[in-house]
């Protein structure tokens, strides 16, 4: 019964993560064309991962990994900070679902 509600909240989690990620690249798709979106979201996804390497062993960082981030990705693209801020948490959701399914893969084995 309890792996079954844990099941049914992974489910629930993976959908909305899928449905907020959509409406934010659909949003910035909207503002900085496909071909420059495309390209900030994979260096946004690799700043992201940096910054978990760079900060993994220091407890209550998250907020200076998401200011590193956004700083980079700020100066690198010359975007907004509410710009940045969007690509960084498309970025980390998206690196969510990847650990989510490699959890589930991982307890199914």
Same mark, same amino acid.
């Given at each position: 019964m309890r792996e079954a509600v844990m099941q049914a909240f992974v489910y629930i989690?993976?959908?909305?993560? &899928?449905? &907020? =990620? =959509?409406y934010i690249i659909a949003y910035l798709k909207a503002k900085v064309g496909q071909q420059k979106l495309n390209i900030v979201l994979k260096v946004a996804e690799q700043v992201v991962k940096a910054t978990e390497q760079i900060y @993994?062993? &220091?407890?209550? @960082?998250?907020?200076n990994k998401k200011e590193l981030a956004v700083k980079f990705l700020m100066d690198r693209f010359k975007l907004t900070e509410k710009e940045?801020?969007?690509f960084v948490e498309a970025a980390?959701?998206?690196?969510k679902v990847l650990e989510l399914e490699a959890t589930k893969d991982i307890k199914q084995q």
């Open positions: 989690l993976q959908a909305l993560i &899928v449905i &907020v =990620g =959509g @993994a062993n &220091v407890k209550g @960082a998250g907020n940045a801020e969007m980390v959701r998206e690196l």
